[in-house]
């Protein structure tokens, strides 16, 4: 039996209760002088009686249980910061309003009476509100304030830093691997927070009876236990969730949104329509394009043919960071290094492509 029902059954009765008797004060009144087909007493009570049932057994959860499951949900998703920022606030604005309500009480009636009260619920409010809008820089002045900020740079070294900011993983980005080196640069200031239910996808990934999502899988789990390992990169994981979503990329939205914070990953969907709520997404593949090499036409540099172009005398070579080089003419230095001239830079979604053709005096000693 559900603590709802049994709400249901107690709001039932007491509605009951009370439709009975004011049905049955209804009735006295309508049975003073009652004209002819005038229900009695106790059929009023009794009407009223059942109402009062019908009511409470249909709208007593809306009141008691629902309304706490509510605020529960609410204090479940948010942060401890955000939480200790709003009893901060909330103590704060009662203060005030104390202060105020002395002199307020001093005015005639009926101000005297009622501006009390509202100016313990009018500064209350403001004080969650404010103290909840400006968490991250009160939470910086306290720190600075608490036994000085140099001080504690150098002791603490780049770890306290970084865990001043929490980043959102993904599934995918942990899948991918990348995460792991590009946290061990430092490039990555925050600490790295993986919800429960992206760890839940990551295990069910990993038992999936497909033998490639199987090994991508398992390759997520290395990679978390290599990242757990580092005594430099913080990595949280976190039973927090979000009821009333199904799908991992909704509830990682809705989290990042309420935690202010922004979601590391390479799914181009889950950037994009995070994008659009106004969510901060960290992008490993546009990180892994920003930082290659940037090149212009008629640049010299040095490369190494190892396959066949699809075109007829085209090589293919890769640069250190997995650029593409399409060679013109270089089928015939296939397996070699030689010195080209980049002739164009082509930028497309997948990536950056380079063709270039091999240098004159290469051609002039052949």
Do not use: H
């Not at 939470?139 to 900020?149: E, K, V």
């Not at 296939?334 to 497309?348: A, G, H, N």
């Amino acid at each position: 039996m559900s603590v709802e029902f049994i709400f249901r059954l107690v709001g039932m009765i007491g509605f009951a209760i009370g439709g009975a008797y004011w049905g049955r004060y209804i009735g006295e009144i309508s049975n003073i002088n009652p004209p002819a087909g005038t229900m009695s007493v106790d059929q009023f009570a009794f009407l009223f009686g059942l109402v009062g049932a019908l009511i409470g057994l249909i709208l007593t959860p809306y009141f008691t249980t629902r309304p706490v499951r509510a605020i529960r949900s609410s204090l479940g998703r948010a942060s401890a910061q955000t939480l200790f920022a709003a009893l901060t606030g909330l103590v704060i604005g009662l203060i005030v309003a104390a202060l105020l309500t002395f002199p307020l009480s001093l005015l005639p009636d009926p101000f005297g009476k009622i501006l009390p009260f509202v100016g313990v619920v009018l500064f209350g409010y403001l004080g969650i509100s404010v103290f909840v809008m400006r968490e991250n820089d009160i939470f910086m002045m306290f720190s600075a304030l608490r036994g000085g900020q140099s001080q504690k740079k150098e002791t603490s070294g780049p770890l306290n830093w970084a865990e001043s900011r929490t980043i959102l993983l993904d599934t995918s980005v942990i899948i991918d691997g990348r995460i792991a080196d590009i946290s061990r640069t430092g490039f990555l200031p925050g600490s790295l927070l993986i919800p429960r239910f992206v760890l839940n996808e990551l295990q069910y990934i990993a038992d999936s009876p497909d033998n490639m999502r199987r090994q991508r899988g398992r390759r997520g789990m290395e990679v978390l236990a290599s990242l757990q390992k580092e005594p430099n990169i913080p990595v949280r994981i976190s039973d927090i969730d979000v009821e009333g979503m199904r799908e991992v990329d909704d509830k990682l939205i809705v989290l990042a949104r309420q935690m202010r914070c922004p979601i590391l990953t390479n799914d181009y969907n889950l950037n994009r329509i995070a994008e659009l709520q106004g969510v901060t997404v960290l992008n490993v593949n546009e990180l892994a394009n920003a930082v290659k090499s940037v090149l212009i036409p008629g640049e010299i540099m040095t490369v190494q043919v190892i396959q066949e172009g699809r075109e007829a005398g085209q090589g293919v070579a890769y640069m250190d960071d997995g650029t593409m080089v399409v060679v013109e003419n270089g089928r015939e230095y296939k397996d070699k290094e030689i010195q080209v001239v980049v002739t164009k830079v082509l930028q497309t979604a997948a990536g950056r492509m380079i063709f270039a053709k091999p240098d004159e005096g290469i051609t002039q000693e052949k």
